[in-house]
Structure formats: C-alpha cells, structure tokens
C-alpha cells in the first residue's frame, strides 16, 4: 500500500521560507513522478511543481523562481522548498504519486 506522508508546513510571515517534505513507503519510488499541488480555501486543488523520475522539473507560474522541488531516491523523499512566499501561497500542500495522495500539510503565509 502506497503512504504519502508530508511535513514542514506551518506559519510564516511574508517573504519567508519553508521546506516541505514528502516520504514514501509502499513504492517504487525511483521510478515515479512525484508532484506537489495546494489548494486554498474555496478553490480547487491546483499543481505547483512536478519531478520526473529523471529529475526534470516543472513549475506553475506562479511560483515560477520562487519554489524549487527536488528529490532523494535514497531516502524516499521528495521536498519543495518554498522561497519569497506571499500570502497567496497559504494553502494545504499535498504530495502526489501514483495515484495515492497525501494527508496535507498547512502553510499559513500572515503577517
């Protein structure tokens, strides 16, 4: 069975940083896409960063420059870290992979 567990949300104030981090279990991981979405109150899920097996990127564009996902295939972990954050970026971060979602974690951007 698949299990997706994120931490590293919390409460930051504009312009700061956070690291989310992704453990996997139950999964081949080295050969999965791993991806990061959020959802804001009222809106719906929207994807913010993808990592392929080989370690190529994509972001939103809106966090474009801002957020840099990476990977460690020996720790079955994938991470997002989150740089120059806004208060648009407050939302639950969630971990994708193979067809199995994560619990969430909040991120909280206030002043």
């Known amino acids: 069975q698949v299990q997706l567990v994120e931490s590293g949300g919390g409460l930051v104030q504009p312009g700061g940083s956070l690291r989310l981090s992704c453990v996997a279990s139950?999964?081949?991981?080295?050969?999965?896409?791993m991806y990061w979405y959020r959802q804001a109150p009222g809106k719906e899920r929207e994807l913010v960063a993808r990592?392929?097996?080989?370690?190529?990127?994509n972001y939103a564009d809106s966090v474009k420059g801002r957020f840099t996902i990476s990977r460690d295939n020996r720790q079955n972990t994938v991470y997002l870290q989150m740089n120059s954050l806004n208060v648009e970026d407050t939302a639950v971060y969630y971990c994708y992979a193979d067809y199995t979602w994560g619990q969430g974690t909040q991120v909280t951007v206030s002043s």
């Open positions: 990592i392929t097996s080989g370690g190529s990127t």
């Open positions: 139950g999964i081949i991981f080295g050969i999965h896409d």
